[in-house]
């Protein structure tokens, strides 16, 4: 291959990945509403999976554990809610109905 032919390919083959999406980029024509909707379900779909997958721990048959590390274990994971909601600018008062477990 010549020297003006693999410079054509890299040409080429820069344009071909200037033309690739970003993950998480807006779609040209989708505004910050759309972007919204079309992400939060993702990303909240893969948080109740990862805690589904947590609460597979508390099966004391497979696991040992003390009441420490488990209160740990939630408050750590009640101060990144926290921080979440003052993000959104929620208070306690505006939060949803908690769901019931089924």
């Known amino acids: ?15 071909v ?3 690739k999406p970003v993950a998480g980029e807006a779609k040209p024509t989708e505004t910050k509403g759309e ?8 990303r909240l779909n893969n948080v109740l999976k990862s805690l589904k997958i947590l609460g597979n ?27 979440l909601k003052k993000k959104f600018g929620i208070t306690p008062k505006e939060e949803a109905p908690k769901e019931e477990a089924p």
């Open 57 to 83: 721990l508390s099966s004391r048959g497979n696991y040992e554990y003390t009441n420490e590390e488990i209160l740990d274990m939630f408050g750590k994971i009640d101060g990144k809610l926290d921080e």
């Open 35 to 42: 972007r919204f909707r079309r992400l939060a379900p993702k």
């Open 17 to 19: 990945e200037e033309e």
């Open 1 to 15: 291959m010549g020297e003006e032919e693999a410079e054509e390919i890299g040409e080429a083959a820069e344009v």
